[in-house]
DNA sequence: GGATCGACTAAGAGCGCTCTCACCTGGGGA
DNA sequence: TCCCCAGGTGAGAGCGCTCTTAGTCGATCC
C-alpha cells in the first residue's frame, strides 16, 4: 500500500555507518558508545531518515507504549455533552505525551466491543489500561487483571475484585454542599441523585444523607442519570413530591442545569425561590442564569493522575492503590 | 513485569493439535482446512487461551490495524466545551469499531508533539491518520504524505497539498441562514465569524456575504474563535459598532450562546429585538434561552465519513477524494 | 492399473529489532 | 616489559508470526 514501501533498517544504517547493527542499536538507545560511532552513527541515521520499527522493538522488549483508556459506557451518551469524558482525556493525554505514550481510546458500549476489548488487549496490544465511569459491578477489571494487565480506575470498583483506583471526595463535596444550604437556613432540602450503579452517583447521595442526618430535615430524593434531560424531569417531579421544597443538591452540573430549567418554568426563583446546588463545575456552570453553585471536581487531575499511577504500574513500580481528590464547593449565584 | 509473562504460541498450539505452525495460522486467519484439522486446532486454541500476538504479526504483515486521529488544536480548547471533537472521535469510532481497527488518539497543541507525531508514524505505528480542525497551512498533511502514509482531513487544506477531505457545505449552510434572516424582513444582519485560519471559520462568512450581497444590506463582521466567551466579547463589539442591528448569524453555536448572553445583559430581547441564528447544532442549542435556530452540521457523519474514506485508501482502494455533507437550517426560538 | 490432478500440509526463510556473550583493544599497575 | 582489567564492539540467536515452496496423499481419468 505505501510509496515507499522499504524504510531504511539498523541494518542499513549500520552498513552506512560502518558499525554493527548492536552499535547502532545502543546509539538509538541512547547507550554508551565512543564519541566516533555516535557521530558516523547519527550521521547516517540523518542521511537515511532512519526510524525504528515499532513492531520490531515490541517483538522482543513485549512493550508495545500503547496505553488504552477504555470508556464503557454507550457511546452516545460519553458524547453527548458532558465534558466528564473529554476532560479526563486531556489530563491522560498530558501524562502519556510527557512519557512518550500512545493513548488508544475504546469506547466500550456494547457486548461485543467488551469481547473486542479483552482480545485486543490479551493479544498484548497494550501495556496497560484505564478504565472509566464504570457502572455496577462490571466484569472488566477483574479480567484485565487476571490477564495480567496493570489495570487503574477511576472510582472504587463496586464488583468484588478490588483495583487500584483515583477517585474524588464525593461524600465530603456532597456534604459540604447541603451543609452550605442549612447555613443558609433552608428547610426543605431535596436532593436529584445520579445513577445508583456509579460511585459518583452512590457516593453523593451518602454524602447528601450524611450531611441531613444531623439536622432535623428529612431526605427527599429523585434518581437522574447524569443528563440534562433527566435532571429537568427529576425536578419536576421533586416539586410535585413537595411543592414547598427551598434548595435542591443536584449530583451533577447537567442535571442541575435541566432542573434550572424546570424551575424557572414551574415559575420559581433561583436562589430565592428554590437555592440549586450542583456538582462537577463544568464549563456551562459558570454561564447558567443565575451562575450555578456547585462541587468542582478536578476532571483533568483526575486523568492525570489514572495515567500517572498506571505508569507507574506499567514500570513496574508499587503504588498506594488508593488516591482520592479533594472536592471544592464554589459558591455562584444559585446557591 | 505481566504476570503471564509466556502466552502460548503459534507452536504450542500447532504441537497441540498436532499440525504445523502454517496450519494453525490458516484456521486462526479463516483460511480453508480440513475439518479435522480445524477442529483439533480450534480446541487447542480454546484450552491453551491462544491469542495472536500482534507485534509478530505486525513485523510480517506491515500492518499495525491502528489508526490515529489527530487533533491538533492546543488540547485546552479542544476539550473544553466544544462538542465537536467528541462528535467526530465517536463517528470514527463507530466506523473503527466494525473495521477492527483501534483507534490511536494524538493531541497535537505544542511543536513538540507535532514533531512526536511524525515520528511516531514515521515508525509505522500507524495504518493511516484522519487529521482534523487544521489551522492555516499546517505542514502536517503534506509531511505525512511524503512518509507515504493515507491520509483524510476534515476540511479542505489551506495548504498547497491537495488532500483527500470531508468537509460539510458551510457557504450554503451560512447563506441559508443569512436568507433566513432576510427573509423575516431583518434589516441590519451582522456576523460573528470564526477564525479566519480555518477552513469553518472562512467558508461561514464567505457563505453570510454571498447572501447578503443580494440584497441592498451592508455586511457588518466581527470575529471569534468558536469560544462562548469570544461570542459575548463579538456580540458587544457589534452593538457598539451598529446599535440598530436587527440580527446575526453566529458562525458556531458556542459563540452564540455567548452572544446570546451579551444580548441579554445590553437589554435586547431574543428575538424581538435581535435575531440569532448559530452553526453546529450542539445539544446546548436545543436547552438555551430561548432555544437557538441553527444550521446543522453532521458531526458525528463527519467522522464516520473520515474513518469510512480513511480505512477505503488504507485497503489500497480508491476514493474520490472529496466529501461533502449538506448542512441544514434548524429553526428554534431565537430567529 | 498407472499417471495425473487437486487439495492440504510441512518446512523454512525471513520481518527488524534487542540482548547476551565472547572478543578486542588500549591503558595502567606490577 | 608483561599482564590484567575494562569499556566498547560484533556476531548470532531469537521474539512470534506470515508466506512461499516443496511435498504428501487421496481421488480421478484414460
Redesign the pocket.
Known amino acids: 500500500m505505501n510509496v515507499q514501501h ?6 542499513s ?2 552498513a552506512r555507518a ?9 546509539v ?2 541512547g547507550l ?3 564519541t ?2 555516535q557521530e558516523s552513527v547519527e550521521r547516517a541515521i540523518a542521511e537515511l531518515g ?4 515499532h ?3 515490541t ?3 513485549r512493550r508495545t507504549d500503547l496505553i488504552a483508556l477504555v470508556l464503557p459506557e454507550p457511546t452516545t451518551r460519553v458524547f453527548s455533552d458532558d465534558p466528564f469524558f473529554p476532560g479526563v482525556i486531556h489530563g491522560v493525554s498530558q501524562e502519556l505525551e510527557a512519557a512518550d505514550k500512545q493513548l488508544v481510546l475504546m469506547l466500550a458500549g456494547s457486548e461485543a466491543s467488551h469481547t473486542r476489548i479483552e482480545r485486543s488487549i490479551a493479544a498484548h496490544h497494550v501495556d496497560g489500561v484505564m478504565l472509566a465511569s464504570l457502572h455496577g459491578a462490571d466484569p472488566l477489571p477483574a479480567a484485565l487483571t487476571r490477564i495480567g494487565i496493570p489495570v487503574v480506575c477511576n472510582e472504587r470498583s463496586l464488583g468484588p475484585t478490588s483495583v487500584p483506583y483515583v477517585g474524588v471526595d464525593n461524600v465530603g463535596g456532597a456534604a459540604a454542599a447541603v451543609r452550605h444550604l442549612l447555613d443558609a437556613g433552608r428547610t426543605r432540602i431535596a436532593t436529584i441523585a445520579g445513577p445508583q450503579d456509579m460511585i459518583g452517583g452512590i457516593d453523593r447521595l451518602t454524602g447528601y444523607r450524611d450531611a441531613l442526618r444531623g439536622s432535623s430535615r428529612r431526605s427527599i430524593v429523585a434518581v437522574g442519570d447524569f443528563t440534562m434531560d433527566s435532571g429537568a424531569a427529576a425536578m419536576r417531579q421533586l416539586l410535585e413530591d413537595d411543592p414547598a421544597l427551598d434548595a435542591v443538591f443536584v449530583a451533577s452540573d447537567l442535571m442541575a442545569d435541566g432542573a434550572l430549567q424546570a424551575l424557572r418554568q414551574a415559575g420559581r426563583r433561583v436562589p430565592d425561590d428554590v437555592a440549586l446546588i450542583g456538582f462537577d463545575d463544568i464549563a456551562l456552570a459558570a454561564y447558567t442564569d443565575p451562575p450555578l453553585t456547585t462541587v468542582r471536581q478536578p476532571i483533568v487531575e483526575i486523568g492525570r493522575q489514572m495515567a500517572r499511577q498506571l505508569l507507574c504500574l506499567v514500570n513496574g513500580a508499587e503504588i498506594e492503590s488508593t488516591v482520592v481528590l479533594p472536592t471544592e464547593l464554589v459558591i455562584r449565584g444559585s446557591a
Open positions: 522499504r524504510r531504511p533498517t539498523l541494518e544504517v549500520a560502518g558499525v554493527s547493527r548492536a552499535t547502532v542499536s545502543r538509538v538507545n554508551p558508545v565512543t566516533a560511532s532512519y526510524v525504528p520499527n513492531a520490531a522493538r517483538l522482543v522488549t
